[in-house]
């Protein structure tokens, strides 16, 4: 019998032990924080000379860089199928508004060689980003 009323205990205490753990294990914490996803598309004016195009594309990328160092820009690169979407950028911004003007800095967009159509995005700083 004692040794039956020890086992009623150790398993009582072992199940009061695991109630008490399992309760305090929460749900994930989600710390998420919007950032700006930007598809740069066609735009409606790509008919420049190769010479003119090569100097779009050398302020495209100098704006880039600039907006990089600023810390807005957080990821830039250029898609390599050969779609409509020719790039994208993710933004580190305040609104939709501040993406919005700071795409228009871009020679590439300001040229109509490309256009940026912004959409908030969500994302948990520290997976790759600031």
Not at 48 to 65: R, V
Not at 88 to 93: L, M, R, S, V
Request: aromatic fraction near 6%; proline fraction near 5%; charged fraction near 25%.
């Amino acid at each position: 019998m004692k040794k039956t009323t020890l086992i009623i205990i150790t398993t009582l205490v072992l199940s009061i032990i695991t109630y008490s753990l399992i309760s305090q294990n929460k749900e994930p914490e989600f710390n998420l924080k919007t950032y700006y996803l930007v598809f740069l598309k066609s735009g409606p004016n790509r008919d420049q000379s190769a010479e003119e195009a090569q100097k779009i594309q050398l302020g495209h990328l100098a704006n880039i860089k600039r907006l990089a160092e600023m810390g807005k820009i957080v990821i830039a690169g250029p898609l390599l199928d050969d779609s409509d979407v020719r790039g994208i950028f993710i933004f580190d911004a305040e609104s939709q508004e501040e993406v919005s003007e700071l795409c228009s800095t871009d020679p590439a967009i300001k040229s109509g060689r490309l256009i940026a159509e912004v959409h908030p995005w969500m994302s948990e700083p520290g997976n790759c980003l600031p």
